[in-house]
């Protein structure tokens, strides 16, 4: 398929890269300040070159890149809370030509899935986010196979950040702030970590979780969220001392809340994954509970992902 | 979809009874010695009573069904190893039908892929086998998703039946022959066990995952099998003093080796699920490790993967 790819940030830069290898052409690539376009394919390397060195893929105007000839957009832009724009446009635009749409951009799904369905049932193009729930963790998939309506609920560690503070400040015994630092210092945490620790980024998932389950009707307004911020190592000894504990969980359960907060979980729980892994549980009415655990994050597991959602595309 | 089900054994019944749930009709059933055919729909209730009754779904030749008007063959007879007859010739027929095939009979994926796929490839219907493999979990549709040059190696524990004897022999220190005998009183053994227990089972599922992950070229007697028959209570003491337990692991190696046998995992490894849970753990080139747990074997769970690869072949 011919790739555009909207966002050169590290998923974006994945997805250029990793393209070739699973027999796709990349056709344009943009970021936030110029886009390189050629119908033929573009020179991958040279255009992550340039962005290294002057900033930007190539000079042409990042609109161009939603002009271009291509099958699928990959819509890898960073996340946006309310209209989810500039994501929510691009993935119009593409849907009114009638190409496909692949997003790792977890805002369109998250705050305007009713919105992206509607314009994907007018078209001719399909829309999958496989990537922007758990990175490389095959739960959309395994969702759409079982049939969503004989999934009763479903739960899990979604944010590495914040399940590696939390193993590192049960493991060590050492404080919240210590252990943010750390995570900051090994490039785990962002300099600004309250999307992760706060809890945003989980309930942005869960809420794409429960559109995906509940078929729609679900933004971060619907979930109940609650962070890690400041939490005591006082509270993970306690646990400890019981044989459990805590771990940031994100779940859409049977009666339809959807929420996000820190619970405790017994130490050899499925649930309790360490360091940046994630893990999604979905309760099903005919194949009893799947697990489904492994890298909820990074450039090549997330491309890997959206790679997958582009190989499940019918050919245009 | 139209679907022709040939084997009606507890797969072949779940299959048959969820099929209207997932938006399918019935238009064949056959057991080994009879069949009902309605072009119309089945009424599988009445097809099924028949058999609690008289032994069997109806009173037609059973190669009425393989001729029945269907979009896809739902092959569930028993696993013959070998020539995987009469599986295998049932798949020539539906294939060379041009319909599509869903397999949970192992035998022709496990012993005779190259053939399989050599019929495919001259048909317009697709083959599919996801529930061939660790019942009721995506194995087949994520190495799909990852692309399978993507994937370097699998592991996991594929028989339930084994796990649940280890798992109890651990638990309670109870002995092979004592915990055997409880596990065919809870129908989680088979009165002759030798299929599950000598890995057999477990070695087919693994020559399966080689065909997938190496596009073909392995059957059973590339495998190197041991089982778990008369494994002294002694070993797993041995192994807990050592914070580790047994468990019987089937394996796809980067290096091509393809085996099962008793292994040493740490107690707290995600390898050792317990009871008659499955596991299979898959090393990733771009996307680290996905490990994906859950129900092996069952009904309804077993019924739930076909009827998963049932949702993801093409329309006629």
Request: glycine fraction near 12%; hydrophobic fraction near 45%.
């Amino acid at each position: 398929m011919k790739l555009a790819i909207v966002g050169a940030g590290v998923v974006g830069r994945s997805v250029a890269e990793l393209a070739a290898e699973y027999g796709h052409v990349v056709t344009a690539i943009a970021d936030s300040t110029g886009a390189v376009v050629d119908a033929g394919g573009v020179d991958v390397g040279t255009a992550l070159e340039r962005k290294d060195h002057l900033g930007s893929v190539g000079e042409t105007d990042p609109e161009a890149a939603l002009d271009a000839d291509y099958d699928c957009l990959v819509e890898v832009t960073p996340t946006t809370l309310g209209d989810a724009e500039p994501g929510f446009s691009h993935v119009e635009r593409a849907l009114r030509r009638d190409r496909h749409v692949v997003l790792a951009n977890k805002g369109p799904v998250a705050e305007r899935y009713d919105d992206v369905m509607a314009l994907a049932a007018e078209s001719d193009g399909e829309v999958r986010f496989e990537a922007t729930v758990a990175g490389a963790i095959p739960v959309i998939a395994t969702v759409e196979g079982l049939g969503p309506r004989h999934v009763t609920a479903a739960r899990g560690v979604l944010n590495g950040t914040a399940n590696f503070v939390l193993t590192r400040m049960a493991a060590e015994g050492l404080d919240y702030e210590h252990v943010l630092a750390e995570a900051q210092d090994l490039g785990v945490a962002e300099a600004d970590p309250s999307f992760d620790v706060e809890g945003t980024d989980a309930g942005l998932k869960c809420a794409i979780l429960a559109n995906a389950l509940r078929d729609g009707g679900y933004s971060l307004d619907d979930v109940d969220v609650a962070g890690i911020t400041g939490l005591p190592t006082s509270a993970l000894e306690l646990a400890a001392e019981d044989g459990r504990t805590v771990r940031l969980i994100g779940e859409v359960t049977a009666d339809g809340a959807v929420r996000v907060g820190p619970r405790l979980v017994t130490a050899n729980d499925a649930l309790a994954v360490t360091g940046t892994q994630n893990i999604v549980q979905l309760e099903t009415v005919h194949a009893g509970q799947l697990n489904l655990s492994g890298p909820g994050a990074g450039g090549p597991e997330t491309a890997s992902a959206v790679l997958a959602d582009v190989g499940r595309l019918p050919s245009r």
